[in-house]
């Protein structure tokens, strides 16, 4: 059996080194693995050298896939991270901690099926039996990026992709690759020397890691005096809330200082802690929170100028969630939606949040948005046209006369936040499609009180889409409805092609239940009837986007589902803003794989059988 090296490991730095001979790549938070692969084995080992494959059953398929698109490079040896994406440049840490310690064989294979693993390689360390990891860095990259060129592979991570291989991309300016990972809050970046070998097992300084450090400030709730940690607070919805502990960074004086503050101010003691009423604040530098505790943290310096009332979990997560530097904020604490406590700041939150979830269905697409200038409590305007003060980062594309902004970065997405566009809608093609992206069918009932009627049009479209192998989406409309998907190859249907096969699922609806449905287009002539749109699916039109916010007094948003939440006891009130990044925190993002449906959907195979049927 092949002996797997041990990592060649970075050393951490707070700085970029200088000079012009240094790649740049974002640090994926993950589990660092090295993969080797001939005709007949494979080995897949964790940094510790543990093998990865019993939790991670996606490497069986790999392996295959490997072996027949590099069938003439083997054996390869790749070096890489293993990880659950967020987005193209972040991985979700605590998703991946929980696989990794799945035992079950069941529960393993129900999550895989829920979120599917990639492994993220940054280098190549053998090929066709040849060791080539003493070549300079930028010569192997240049043969990994051979690789994936033959494999017909993105030079780019691709967290929608079903292929478990990305190629980590190099950036020559560190400038750019730091504001990507500021902007989508990736564990940070890392510096390689363009002529460094990769050494089995080393630390070296020909590899630098920068870490995307948060800081924020915090109080002492207590000492715990068996090993020496401080628990730290923050004021949450008006009580104390403990946020983790700290012990590094200190110095011995700091250290002395702080212990001798705490026991002679104290409020209650035993065996294991020394308790103190809030008031000694400090600044706190850490990597994210992990199950709403600091991770990783570390002392910067005490705060005898700031107020422990104003150590705040907003604040905390302000400091989490930057807004890109480019956008200035406004009245931050102007009230959006009074029903349900929403100000602004928060709802600034949810798009710095939600914006890997959402960017990807605004890309490249003419925007149109609503916006609340006084949040509900005034009225609201269409906007297409964009406005003359916009600054110079906002893209736009003309269609008809009309110059639209194409939202596709994090700077334009937060700019229309600050200006209080809470409703998203983009129409059901990109500015480079020639035909339909999706096809999405808009069930509206007359009011949320016969939100019943959706839930039944869209389990019985489910049973025929499942029959018919479409593979389908769903969300609520923010409102009072249901909208369903079905993503379709790019620039391959014409709007008149989806119109037979949206005109023929309506009809069957009716057919099927002719008192609850109707395809009737004024209002008054519909009852207590649900509405089938299918008109409505069409060129120029829109649909609001899945996770854009809505104007109602709720605070609601468009939200993806899974179909096994399509119940009697689902209703929009679910879902309202600030409860959506918990959501996904839970429960995961149910158009996860919406993309990547886009190239195996069999729609040719269906209009084919309704032109034949004409």
Avoid at 391 to 398: E, N, Y
Wanted: glycine share 4%; charged share 25%.
């Amino acid at each position: 059996m092949y002996r797997i090296p041990k990592p060649m490991l970075p050393t951490l730095t707070t700085d970029f080194p200088k000079g012009n001979e240094w790649a740049f790549e974002i640090k994926y938070d993950g589990f660092r693995a090295l993969f080797y692969i001939d005709e007949h084995s494979f080995q897949f080992m964790s940094r510790n050298g543990l093998s990865l494959h019993p939790q991670f059953p996606e490497v069986d398929e790999a392996v295959a896939f490997a072996r027949e698109v590099w069938k003439d490079s083997l054996p390869l040896l790749f070096d890489g991270e293993l990880c659950l994406l967020d987005s193209p440049f972040k991985a979700d840490f605590e998703a991946i901690q929980l696989r990794g310690r799945l035992k079950s064989q069941d529960k393993i294979m129900a999550v895989t099926k829920e979120k599917q693993a990639h492994y993220c390689v940054f280098d190549v360390l053998m090929m066709k039996s040849e060791v080539i990891s003493q070549k300079p860095y930028k010569e192997r990259k240049g043969q990994l990026q051979e690789l994936f060129k033959e494999g017909d592979l993105p030079l780019e991570v691709q967290p929608h992709s079903s292929v478990f291989f990305q190629y980590i991309r190099e950036f020559d300016q560190h400038e750019v690759i730091w504001k990507l990972a500021e902007q989508y809050d990736a564990e940070g970046v890392i510096a390689k020397h363009v002529n460094s070998k990769w050494e089995d097992g080393k630390r070296t300084t020909q590899w630098y890691k920068i870490k995307n450090w948060k800081e924020s400030t915090f109080f002492a709730i207590s000492y715990e005096k068996k090993n020496g940690y401080f628990h730290l607070g923050v004021v949450r919805d008006g009580e104390l809330y403990s946020v983790g502990l700290v012990s590094h960074g200190f110095s011995s004086e700091e250290r002395d200082a702080l212990i001798q503050v705490i026991k002679t101010n104290k409020t209650n003691e035993n065996n294991e802690f020394i308790f103190v009423e809030p008031g000694i604040c400090m600044d706190v530098q850490f990597l994210e929170l992990y199950k709403e505790q600091l991770r990783q943290p570390a002392f910067k310096q005490f705060r005898f100028d700031v107020k422990w009332q104003d150590c705040t979990w907003e604040k905390l997560q302000q400091s989490i969630h930057p807004i890109p530097e480019e956008v200035t904020i406004t009245h931050p604490d102007k009230p959006l939606w009074p029903k349900v406590n929403i100000d602004k700041q928060t709802y600034l939150f949810y798009l710095r949040s939600i914006a890997p979830y959402l960017l990807p269905f605004l890309e490249n697409r003419l925007l149109t948005v609503i916006r609340y200038p006084h949040g509900m409590l005034g009225e609201a305007f269409y906007q297409k046209n964009c406005p003359d003060y916009a600054p110079d980062f906002i893209q736009t594309s003309m269609s008809e006369g009309i110059n639209y902004i194409v939202c596709n970065n994090m700077e334009t997405l937060m700019w229309l936040g600050n200006q209080l566009a809470f409703e998203f809608h983009i129409p059901f093609q990109t500015i480079n499609s020639t035909g339909p992206s999706e096809i999405v069918f808009d069930l509206d009932p007359p009011s949320r009180d016969f939100f019943h009627l959706a839930v039944k049009a869209a389990l019985l479209m489910k049973e025929v889409f499942d029959g018919l192998k479409l593979q389908s989406f769903i969300k609520t409309s923010g409102n009072k409805g249901l909208q369903i998907y079905l993503p379709l190859p790019e620039n391959t249907f014409s709007y008149e092609d989806t119109r037979k096969f949206t005109e023929f699922i309506a009809h069957y609806l009716i057919t099927k239940d002719p008192d609850s449905f109707t395809i009737e287009r004024l209002k008054k002539n519909r009852g207590q009837k649900l509405y089938v749109d299918y008109i409505q699916h069409a060129e120029g039109k829109t649909i609001i986007s899945p996770y854009s916010a809505r104007g109602n007094e709720d605070g609601l948003v468009a939200t993806p589902l899974y179909w096994e939440e399509v119940t009697e006891e689902l209703t929009p009130e679910l879902f309202p803003v600030n409860k959506m990044v918990e959501r996904i925190k839970q429960v995961g993002n149910p158009f996860q794989d919406y993309f990547k449906v886009k190239e195996t959907q069999p729609f040719q195979d269906i209009l084919d059988f309704l032109n034949q049927t004409e």
